[in-house]
Nanobody, 124 residues
Framework: QVQLVESGGGLVQAGGSLRLSCAGS????????IAWFRQAPGKDREFVAA????????YYSDSVKGRFTVSKDGAKGTVYLQMNSLKPEDTAVYYC?????????????????WGQGTQVTVSS
């Protein structure tokens, strides 16, 4: 079973940047899709971005496209989320999640491995 641990959250002013990390351990991630989701108070969990470990395809929600970049370091077994031009509406708990590779990639219910979450707060 794969375990995922996020890090890198914090408080930043609007327009600033943060980089989140999602470190995998346990079984190899080579067959996994890894995604970032976020959840703000009182709102549903929302898809943010994803990458497939087996290729270089990246997927983004419309709300973060052009501002966020997902990448991976195979040697470290780590996926990153670089967040630039942050807005107050990006404030949420960010989770990385993993599932065995499949066609669908944006639906939280398909992911069976979750990290503990890291808080991102963007002040105006």
């Amino acid at each position: 079973q794969v375990q995922l641990v996020e890090s890198g959250g914090g408080l930043v002013q609007a327009g600033g940047s943060l980089r989140l990390s999602c470190a995998g351990s346990g079984r190899t991630l080579s067959r996994y899709d890894i995604a970032w989701f976020r959840q703000a108070p009182g709102k549903d969990r929302e898809f943010v971005a994803a990458t497939r470990w087996s290729d270089d395809n990246q997927y983004y929600s419309d709300s973060v496209k052009g501002r966020f970049t997902v990448s991976k370091d195979g040697a470290k077994g780590t996926v990153y989320l670089q967040m630039n031009s942050l807005k107050p509406e990006d404030t949420a708990v960010y989770y990385c999640a993993g599932k065995v590779k499949s066609l669908q990639i944006r639906f939280a219910r398909l992911y069976d491995v979750w990290g503990q979450g890291t808080q991102v707060t963007v002040s105006s």
